[in-house]
């Protein structure tokens, strides 16, 4: 599988249904919605920018990842000389009570904040430093028949048995086809996870601190 209408095609084909394109399309971009949260090997990113001096909220225009942040795992700032530290991951609404309150404190950042696909900085950066963000992103948005993301390859065999359970339950209404596709559904995904594991196991038992 490569791209969305060879997906689209295939799906149609398997359901032997030529008249219900709109409808196999919107449920394939429901089953990426669905899943895209949930954590696997090709939808973990590290992405990064440079903070401006007095600048206090990034978004696409400093990086077009940032927009795409669905879960923070880490953010790092690195400073002059080398050093770099971890961000706090701060509630939207704490650094906006440092704004409301009157601060305008400026300096090195050190807490940020994700609010309306954008980020937020506390204190204001006083100077260009690199922030590297981590966690899950959303991929690429699948339009025309030749888009492709990862959903369409790796992920190819989940996001294609939950369009089928879709379709028919809500569309063909048949119960037991449904079932069958949400068995092979959940076969996928814990095929996935398994996989997931396997390539993010470091191979070491670590030491319980007691």
Known sequence: MSNFGTMRDRIADELDRADLTSQIEREIKSAIAFYERKRFWFNEKRTNFATVAAQEWYTSADDSDIPNLLTLDIAKIAYGGGGTSELELSPYAELEFFSDSGAADEGQPAQIAYFQKQVRLYPIPDASYSVVLSGIFA???????????AWMTDGEGLIRQRTRRMIY?????????AAEAGRLEAEELRTLIEATTLKK?????????F
């Open 139 to 149: 991929l690429d948005s699948l339009s025309a028949s030749a888009d492709t993301n």
């Open 169 to 177: 339950s809500s569309v063909i209404r048949d119960p037991e086809l």
């Open 201 to 209: 196991a470091t191979g070491r038992v670590l030491p319980t601190q």
